[in-house]
């Protein structure tokens, strides 16, 4: 089958290999599926494209949002309050630290990042740890019940270390434009490698 490229919205194959291609488009059945060689509407590939772009930029704060320790290390500070150390149980202690944490800027990444009291405590010394430190805290993500070095590579700070933040534009959907990318690219060349749609079979 070989490649024909230089009238690519007409057709991917040459003549002689859409030549055969219509034949057997001709001899086949299959129910009636193979009657028609018509064109995609193009104002349904333009609802395609408005599809897809809505859904990323609906998505946008939603997706592949990392928790890092500077979201949790408030809620690690506020365990050794009393009314937290009171508490009866894990759950009332868990809805007070929230309760105490509510109002800030984070209110919607706590919410789709929600940790208990053994998520707390497994973490805890390990953000103290970074604290004690003086590192940035948004450097580094909470990955289970492990804090390690987030896996970004920003600027340089002006002491040479290495801002490991998430950028803004990079939310866990950069991998799927890759990915719709790749699949709308193949999608064409399967259509276009299909007799062109002047040509129509029996009717």
């Not at 104002?43 to 599809?51: A, D, R, S």
């Not at 928790?67 to 937290?84: G, I, N, Q, R």
């Amino acid at each position: 089958m070989a490649w024909k490229t230089d009238a690519p919205m007409v057709s991917l194959t040459d003549d002689s290999t859409n030549y055969r291609n219509e034949e057997l488009w001709e001899r086949e059945d299959l129910g009636g599926v193979t009657t028609e060689n018509n064109p995609v509407p193009v104002l349904v590939v333009v609802l395609v494209f408005i599809t897809i772009i809505t859904a990323f930029l609906v998505t946008m704060p939603l997706w592949g949002q990392r928790p890092t320790a500077a979201l949790y290390a408030p809620y690690v500070h506020s365990m050794d309050k009393p009314e937290v150390l009171a508490a009866k149980d894990d759950v009332e202690a868990m809805k007070l630290i929230v309760a105490m944490n509510k109002g800030t800027p984070n209110d919607g990444l706590l919410e789709r990042h929600p940790v208990t009291m053994d998520d707390l405590r497994m973490i805890r010394d390990q953000v103290t740890a970074l604290e004690a430190k003086g590192v940035d805290m948004r450097d580094y993500s909470v990955v289970g019940d492990r804090v390690v070095i987030a896996n970004f590579e920003g600027n340089f700070r002006p002491d040479g270390t290495r801002m490991r933040q998430q950028p803004w534009w990079d939310k866990g959907f950069t991998i799927d434009v890759f990915y719709l990318s790749n699949f709308l690219l193949w999608v064409f060349i399967v259509i276009k490698r299909l007799p062109p749609v002047t040509w129509q079979p029996r009717r």
